[in-house]
């Protein structure tokens, strides 16, 4: 059981937006900056989404990050077939004392 | 180019050792933070351990506490994960991470397979 909750599946047809939600607690996204990671299947996560809703170079603008109080949502527009990935939210967990990871949401390009 | 490469993983028996090496190039190792992620068969992405730019402060995951140890050589640009102690459910993908501020993680290595056996 993760300590940030997230929709085990996600799906949308080529051009939809699509959202992915992600909800925690008063000592993780209530108190703590989040990040948003793509992982393609045998890749490495990617970094799309940082302090909750600011993207690094070279991730495109049709990706957007969102916050408020203890829950987030990360947005992808004009959605393409490079999409499908898993999607995982995370952020600092000031009672853990360490990083807490969503569950990941599967996005399948329908 | 800025890049992470993980190495020493393998299959190792319930209860043995192994120490994974994850050696930075392309940027300046000694500004930086460092976490190890690993991703278990089916399941989603778990936050290890976590070291401070000079190794003062050390986190890590109650999962593993006791069993795995973080750690880092400036002068090698290297970070380390000592893992003894090793159980089934220690079986993942081992990932080191560069923490981008803040309490994010902007790179990542390929990751290194460990598979405890029984």
Redesign the interface.
């Known amino acids: 059981q993760s300590v940030l909750t997230q929709p085990p599946s996600a799906s949308g047809t080529p051009g939809q937006r699509v959202t992915i939600s992600c909800s925690g607690g008063s000592s993780n996204i209530g108190h703590n900056p989040l990040s948003w990671y793509q992982q393609l299947p045998g890749r490495a996560p990617k970094l799309l989404i940082y302090a909750d809703n600011q993207r690094p170079s070279g991730v495109p603008d049709r990706l957007s990050g969102s916050k408020s109080g203890t829950s987030a949502s990360l947005a992808i527009s004009g959605l393409q077939s490079e999409d499908e990935a898993d999607y995982y939210c995370a952020t600092y967990d000031d009672s853990l004392n360490g990083w807490v990871f969503g569950g990941g949401t599967k996005l399948t390009v329908l | 180019e800025v890049q992470l490469v993980e190495s020493g993983g393998g299959v190792v028996q319930r209860g043995g050792s192994l120490r994974l090496s994850c050696q930075a190039s392309g940027f300046t190792f000694i500004n930086y933070e460092f976490?190890w992620?690993r991703?278990a068969p089916g399941k989603?992405?778990?936050?290890v351990s976590?070291i401070s730019s000079l190794g003062s402060d050390i986190?890590?995951?109650?999962s593993v506490r006791g069993r795995f140890t973080i750690s880092r050589d400036n002068t090698q640009d290297s970070l380390y994960l000592q893992m003894s102690s090793l159980r089934v459910e220690d079986t993942a993908v081992y990932?080191c991470?560069r923490g981008?501020s803040?309490?994010?993680?902007?790179i990542?290595?390929?990751?290194t397979v460990v598979t405890v056996s029984s």
Do not use: C, T
């Open positions: 976490s992620v991703r989603g992405l778990e936050w976590h986190k890590i995951a109650d990932y991470a981008w803040p309490d994010a993680f902007d990542w290595g390929q990751g």
